[in-house]
């Protein structure tokens, strides 16, 4: 668990100091900086948001041993999707043909997390010079992690293109906090009974 210095989330976590003002913009550095927050032997990392409830086994995103990442083509999308083309485009520097924030969890093997640094940092200096400058939310964290993935290590994951393939089934439950979590609880509630 992590979460932003000074606020409690009613369990243990690690709480990390603010980056950039806007938080929906500081906790995509987090995200890009997870490799900071897990044991050093961690092969993986998974990503599950806090309006997110696991109902099934994690163990069901690995095919072969490799994660399962989901892509979809940009012209199969709205148009709010497709603001993150042209962002993730201007940070790799490269378009990428798919986008890769399909549903949580989203899980990266360990050694992207450097590997992408070191790559943003080539194209645009060092990350603490230019992120806390980010204007506008305008950056995608799973789409950086997807489309560096699917350009520089493709072979480390079980790529399923939504277009011509069927979804795996849910392992996660995903709510949306920015509706409020009341309006999810009633839901949560009928899980957690289940359980």
């Known amino acids: 668990m992590v979460a932003p210095e000074g606020h409690d989330v009613g369990c243990p976590a690690t709480h990390v100091p603010p980056v950039h003002q806007d938080g929906y913009v500081d906790q995509q550095h987090t995200k890009l900086r997870a490799i900071a927050y897990v044991p ?21 995103l690995f095919i ?72 506008g939310r ?20 079980h790529w399923i293109d939504t277009s011509k393939e069927p979804l795996p089934p849910l392992v996660v439950k995903q709510g949306w906090s920015w509706g409020g979590f009341a309006a999810m609880k009633d839901e949560w509630d009928m899980l957690y009974a289940k359980s």
Request: aromatic letters at 14%; glycine letters at 6%; hydrophobic letters at 40%.
């Open 40 to 60: 050093e032997d961690a092969t993986h990392v998974i990503h599950i948001d806090s309006d997110c409830i696991v109902i099934g086994n994690l163990m069901d």
């Open 138 to 157: 305008r950056l995608s964290e799973f789409n950086l992690l997807g489309a560096y993935a699917d350009r520089f290590m493709p072979e480390e994951f």
């Open 64 to 135: 072969d041993g490799k994660p399962i990442m989901l892509k979809t083509p940009w012209h199969l999308l709205d148009k709010d999707a497709l603001a993150w083309h042209g962002v993730t485009q201007h940070y790799l520097g490269f378009s990428p043909e798919h986008e890769y924030m399909r549903r949580m969890p989203l899980i990266y093997p360990s050694r992207i997390y450097n590997d992408l640094t070191i790559y943003l940092e080539e194209r645009h200096g060092f990350m603490s010079e230019w992120f806390h400058k980010i204007d």
